[in-house]
């Protein structure tokens, strides 16, 4: 079974810049796509951005420019590099194991289990 532990979060400043890790283990991690999502209070699980074995990414609209997903493939890491964060991105991070589709953002989060997140709060 895979596990996922996402860390790096905290409250960053508006302007700022933060660095999200996501370990994964129970898998071949160099062969699966990997995706980040987020959820805010009261609000679904929503795409962030999603990187295939072959580096390619995408990202949401509401990100693209802003963040950069990234990835290692020796160490089973996916990065979420955070620039320019402002309010609204203000949520728990999550990473997971992903399909093409779903990391280029063409389909629904996957469903089973998911790691514990980590929150990420932007205020000044």
């Known amino acids: 079974q895979v596990q996922l532990v996402e860390s790096g979060g905290g409250l960053v400043q508006p302007g700022g810049s933060l660095r999200l890790s996501c370990v994964a283990s129970?898998?071949?991690?160099?062969?699966?796509?990997m995706g980040w999502y987020r959820q805010a209070p009261g609000k679904q699980r929503e795409w962030v951005a999603g990187?295939?074995?072959?580096?390619?990414?995408n990202y949401a609209d509401s990100v693209k420019g802003r963040f950069t997903i990234s990835r290692d493939n020796a160490k089973n890491t996916v990065y979420l590099q955070m620039s320019s964060p402002k309010p609204e991105d203000t949520a728990v991070y999550y990473c997971?194991?992903?399909?093409?589709?779903?990391?280029?953002?063409?389909?629904?989060?996957?469903?089973?289990?998911w790691g514990q997140g980590t929150q990420v709060t932007v205020s000044s």
């Open positions: 129970g898998t071949i991690f160099s062969i699966n796509a």
């Open positions: 997971n194991v992903v399909t093409v589709n779903q990391a280029m953002g063409k389909m629904s989060p996957p469903r089973g289990s």
């Open positions: 990187i295939t074995t072959y580096g390619l990414t």
